[in-house]
Nanobody
Framework: QVQLVESGGGLVQAGGSLRVSCAASGRTFSNYAMGWFRQAPGKEREFVAATNWSGGTTLYVDSVKGRFTISRDNAKNTVYLQMDSLKPEDTAVYYC?????????????????WGQGTQVTVSS
């Protein structure tokens, strides 16, 4: 069993930056693909970014390409999402997810474990 705990959410002005983190329990973190998803009020959960087991392969939804960066530190069992040039439409609860499989993937059904989420609010 893997437990995921997100942190680092908050309120930021448009154009600003924020980094959210996801700490994972368990000794097999380095084998897992990791993903970030988000859900805005009244909308379905959507894929944001994913990384494979090593961090060598990353995927992004088009709307965040060039603004967001996913990275991981396997020694710390932590995955990060650096968010720059934030826009009001980035406002959402951000969820971290882990897959027992190693490759990065954008489908939420690919992931086996989910965190509780952290709120990111971008004011205009």
């Amino acid at each position: 069993q893997v437990q995921l705990v997100e942190s680092g959410g908050g309120l930021v002005q448009a154009g600003g930056s924020l980094r959210v983190s996801c700490a994972a329990s368990g000794r097999t973190f380095s084998n897992y693909a990791m993903g970030w998803f988000r859900q805005a009020p009244g909308k379905e959960r959507e894929f944001v970014a994913a990384t494979n087991w090593s961090g060598g392969t990353t995927l992004y939804v088009d709307s965040v390409k060039g603004r967001f960066t996913i990275s991981r530190d396997n020694a710390k069992n932590t995955v990060y999402l650096q968010m720059d040039s934030l826009k009001p439409e980035d406002t959402a609860v951000y969820y971290c997810a882990a897959s027992r499989r190693a490759r990065a993937n954008s489908g939420d059904s690919y992931y086996d474990y989910w965190g509780q989420g952290t709120q990111v609010t971008v004011s205009s």
